[in-house]
């Protein structure tokens, strides 16, 4: 199985690509470098500028969603949507690897995502900005699943 983040010039394009979204604003449904974005499109249009696709070869697909869909909704919208669309592979918690996609449970299902880097999580935080911080600092006891994505 090849990954996609595997070749070292790869993590590097990674690592530049997102440190250049560090400071956009949280917008509920937006995912426009510098000017807004929330979780799940952060981690899209990081994944899309890299030349990542979804199955079918085409852009991501997000379909709408309410800000709260997670508190009262048993379905696994962002889980499903992430199996649906991604090539990827579910991997331990406790191994990243750069460029590895990881959700979060918060409410009933999963409902944040955010991409490892270099011991840190990049992610769009509700009611802030995009950052990063320590991997091992991060809700560490929501971290549900970590998805590798595959060439």
């Known amino acids: 199985m090849k990954y996609y983040f595997e070749d070292p010039e790869k993590q590097i394009e990674l690592g530049r690509e ?3 979204w560090i400071g956009t ?16 499109h952060f981690v899209v249009r990081v994944m899309e500028s890299m030349g990542v696709r979804s199955v079918d070869g085409s ?25 649906q669309q991604a090539k ?5 918690l406790r191994d990243p690897m750069n460029g590895d996609v990881f ?6 299902v999963c409902s944040h995502a955010a991409i490892y880097y270099e ?12 950052s990063k911080l320590p991997f091992e600092a ?7 699943f970590n998805y590798r994505v595959l060439v």
């Not at 852009?59 to 992430?82: C, I, S």
């Not at 990827?88 to 331990?92: A, E, I, R, T």
């Open 138 to 144: 991060v809700w560490h006891k929501r971290k549900r």
């Open 103 to 108: 959700l979060f449970q918060f409410g009933r």
């Open 88 to 92: 990827v592979s579910l991997q331990p």
């Open 18 to 20: 997102l440190e250049s």
């Open 59 to 83: 852009f991501f697909d997000m379909p709408r969603y309410q800000k709260d869909w997670h508190l009262h909704n048993d379905a696994e919208l962002l889980l499903f949507g992430v199996l």
């Open 119 to 130: 011991g840190r999580l990049y992610q769009a935080i509700a009611g802030q900005r995009v």
């Open 25 to 40: 604003p949280f917008r509920h449904w937006a995912g426009v470098k510098g000017m807004g974005t929330d979780c799940i």
